[in-house]
Structure formats: structure tokens, C-alpha cells
């Protein structure tokens, strides 16, 4: 039986007994490969709507990057909406800056709907390092505004002082529209929620295979489904099984660390109890959690080749933003992958008429996830607008294939951390 990676969100999650493995043949409307965010998201907005929901998950739900994340509900996607546009074009910009708060939106909505307790708090700011980078966040503003969204702070350097107590920044934005929360216990309140309204969860049933015809039919171990519509929702665990997109992907791992709980100190350091990340390519992003202890995440690993030390990586960044935390017990570390594409966008597609998929949100995924399962469930039911506008961006593969995908990628990357080390 298959258990959740040790993290501080696997210890204090709330209790959920494991899901029996698919045995023998079973039919859905509709099949779901991937019980995180967006599969589980999807099987809800599915379910809401009336359709027979089966979901197949290889591991635990939220096993994945859903389960292990810093907790942040970042508004918007991986890349600036002023990017999106010069990209895609006007109309295409304009569409999907229309969506970018919904996935925040939904998130808020369902826990309140379904009574899920999962820490969920307000708010989240990204903090300057750098002149350049405040201009940056100026700038932020500037495109959010033009696209409708007004709820944002710009602060100086004492403005901070509120928020965030560290000498390390110039300045900050908060996105009042954002928040932190505890992510497993949110995946699984949303998974329960589905299956309250008819859903079925199988865990410890990895798929072997997918056919992608009129009638597609998903294939276990010990079982299979016949569905009318089949879901890939695999995202950095997708592995060999459909070769024509995980070969679009790039599993990415980031590090976390949680300390003991701190009590009054925490607040101190975190006084308005916000979520914060700062500018940097390899950004750091940390936050107060629920029993008071500062959760502090960054670091990034090409290929998901976990860091042969979490610590090591993650605490002298820590300790150069809160040095009185030199002192502070680390109760748990952890690593989880997500999924990175060429584009720095997430991918959505079809296979076949009868088969989507959805993947690679790239760092940005608790509420752009939640955005995407919602997309997925109105284009089976048949509104397939939104779904098209993102099915219809041109996606690319790593340069390489999978053999030289992570070496051409951090060959890139140390552009980047040039820049993030020069503070340029």
C-alpha cells in the first residue's frame, strides 16, 4: 500500500484512509489518470455537473506536487500576462488574463462550499531584491491594472516593515487576491467532496495503457475502465506512458523545510501572516504556517534528481533572510516534482476526440490547476471555448528529446543564476 512522501503536510494532514486498486472492468463516463490538483479538480466539476467520474491514481491522492508544494495561492500563470499577449497575440492575451484569478476564485469557493479545512488564508507578496526588480513589480502592476485587476500594494522598503521583518529586500507587492494554505489537506477535501456526489477514487492503480479511439479504455494491473472521455492529468509522473506529450514536459524538483513550531516568534517575522516569494529567477518563497512555524522553500532541481541535501540547499538561504532562525530545530525537509514546459505555460490538448490532457503548469500550479480541472469539465459537458484557447497555442518539446533535456536546461539556467547572484 502506497503512502505520501514524508513531508509536514503528510504529518499533519488530516486522517483519510487509503483507496482500494482497481480490480476488474468498470465503466465511467468520464476516466481521470491523476488524482492531484487538476484531476481531482476536474472529477469534482464533472461530478457537479452529473457525469460518472472514475479517477486512477498511481500513488495516494495528491501524491505528487499537489501534496508537497509551499502552499501559496499565487494568482496568474508561470509567465507575465504582458508576455502571454506579445506571444500569443491580443485576443489570445486578453482571454487568458480574463481567467487569471479564477483558479484562486474556485479554490475559495469549494472550501467554503464543502466545508474544507485546510489553513487557507489571505494574501501573498512578492518581494524585491533589487531596484530593477521593484521596477519589475511596477510594472506588474501596470499590466494587471490594464487587464481589470486592481487589488494590489506596492511597498517601499519601511512598508514592509508589516509584513516581512528581514533587511533582505527594497521593497515588495501584495496581491490581496491571493493567500497560503495547506495544499493535502485541500486536494483530499476536494477528493472527498467527489465522491459525495458519486465519484470513484482508486489509488495503487497505475495505468498501463491508454487507447485513444471512439471507445477509450484504460488499462491497470488489475483492472481497466470504458469510458466515453478519458483525462490525463499526469503531469511531472506521467513517465512512458503517452510518449507524444510527457516528451513536451520536464519533471522539475524543488526543496522545502519546515522548522518547529516557533510560536510568537513566527508572527514576529511574519507579522501579517502573509505568503511571500521574492523576484529571483530561482526565487525562495516561505510563510507562517497554521501551529506557527515558518515553512521556507526554493532550489531547483532539472530532472527531478533530488538534492542530495535539502538542508544544506535550502537553509543558508533561510538564514540570510531570518538570521535569528540560526538556532531554530528543522522538524522536516522534503522534495516534489512539477512539471516544467519549453514555454514556461501550461499544455492543454486533445489526443484523440475522446481524450484530453492537461499538464505542465510550471511552478504555478494550485490555482492555475484549479482553473484548468474546471476548463477540463466544461469541454466534456461541451463548452469547449476555453479549452480551445489554451488547446490552441503551439507547444514545443525540450531541445534534446529526454536524453539531453536536462543538461541543455541547466546549461540555460546558469544565465540565470549569474543574474540572480549579481542582483542584474
Known amino acids: ?45 464533472l461530478a457537479e455537473r452529473g457525469f460518472s467520474v472514475i479517477v486512477l491514481e498511481d500513488q495516494r491522492t495528491g501524491f505528487g506536487a499537489s501534496g508537497r508544494n509551499g502552499g501559496q495561492m499565487v494568482n496568474g500563470y508561470s509567465r507575465g500576462l504582458d508576455v502571454i499577449t506579445k506571444r500569443y497575440g491580443e485576443a489570445a492575451g486578453r482571454q487568458i488574463g480574463a481567467m487569471a484569478m479564477q483558479g484562486g476564485q474556485i479554490i475559495r469557493a469549494r472550501a467554503a462550499k464543502y466545508a474544507i479545512a485546510c489553513d487557507l488564508r489571505p494574501g501573498n507578496m512578492f518581494t524585491a531584491i533589487t531596484a530593477k526588480q521593484m521596477r519589475g513589480l511596477e510594472h506588474h502592476v501596470k499590466i494587471w491594472n490594464q487587464h481589470g485587476y486592481t487589488d494590489f500594494e506596492l511597498l517601499d522598503r519601511p512598508g514592509l516593515a508589516a509584513h516581512v521583518r528581514t533587511n533582505r529586500y527594497t521593497g515588495g507587492l501584495i496581491d490581496h ?3 497560503h494554505l495547506h495544499p493535502l489537506n485541500l486536494v483530499q477535501g476536494e477528493a472527498a467532496a467527489a465522491e459525495t456526489l458519486g465519484a470513484r477514487i482508486f489509488e495503487d492503480s497505475r495505468v498501463t495503457s491508454v487507447s485513444t479511439g471512439a471507445t477509450p479504455v484504460v488499462k491497470t494491473a488489475n483492472g481497466e475502465v ?8 499526469a503531469n511531472a509522473y506521467i513517465g512512458n506512458l503517452l510518449p507524444e506529450i510527457g516528451g513536451k514536459i520536464m519533471p522539475v524538483s524543488t526543496q522545502v523545510l ?11 517575522l511574519l ?4 505568503a511571500v516569494e521574492d523576484c529571483n529567477y530561482f526565487l525562495d518563497y516561505f510563510r507562517r504556517t ?4 515558518i515553512l521556507y522553500g526554493g532550489g531547483t532541481v532539472y530532472g527531478a534528481q533530488d538534492s542530495a ?23 522536516f525537509s522534503w522534495s516534489g516534482n512539477f512539471a516544467l514546459t519549453l514555454t514556461r505555460f501550461p499544455q492543454m490538448g486533445r489526443l484523440s476526440p475522446t481524450v484530453y490532457y492537461s499538464h505542465g503548469d510550471s511552478g504555478h500550479g494550485v ?3 484549479h482553473l484548468l480541472g474546471r476548463i477540463l469539465g466544461e469541454a466534456i459537458a461541451g463548452q469547449a471555448s476555453r479549452f480551445d484557447i489554451f488547446a490552441s497555442l503551439p507547444y514545443y518539446p525540450f531541445p534534446g528529446g529526454k536524453t539531453f533535456r536536462v543538461p541543455l536546461t541547466v546549461l540555460g539556467s546558469w544565465y540565470y543564476r549569474f543574474r540572480d547572484k549579481m542582483g542584474i
Do not use: W
Open 1 to 45: 500500500m502506497s503512502q505520501h512522501a514524508p513531508s509536514y503536510y503528510a504529518a499533519t494532514a488530516h486522517k483519510q484512509d487509503s483507496r482500494p486498486p482497481l480490480q476488474g472492468r468498470a465503466r465511467a463516463d468520464v476516466c481521470i489518470i491523476g488524482a492531484g490538483f487538476t484531476g481531482i479538480s476536474a472529477a469534482l466539476e
Open 309 to 331: 541535501s535539502i538542508r544544506a540547499k535550502i537553509l543558508p538561504n533561510m538564514l540570510k533572510t531570518f538570521p535569528s532562525l540560526r538556532n531554530a530545530k528543522i522538524d
Open 271 to 274: 507579522p501579517s501572516n502573509l
Open 258 to 268: 519546515t522548522t518547529a513550531p516557533l510560536g510568537a516568534a513566527a508572527a514576529e
Open 177 to 179: 487576491q491571493g493567500g
Open 367 to 369: 490555482t492555475t490547476t
Open 226 to 233: 470504458h469510458a466515453n472521455f478519458v483525462i490525463v492529468c
Open 290 to 293: 497554521a501551529d506557527n512555524r
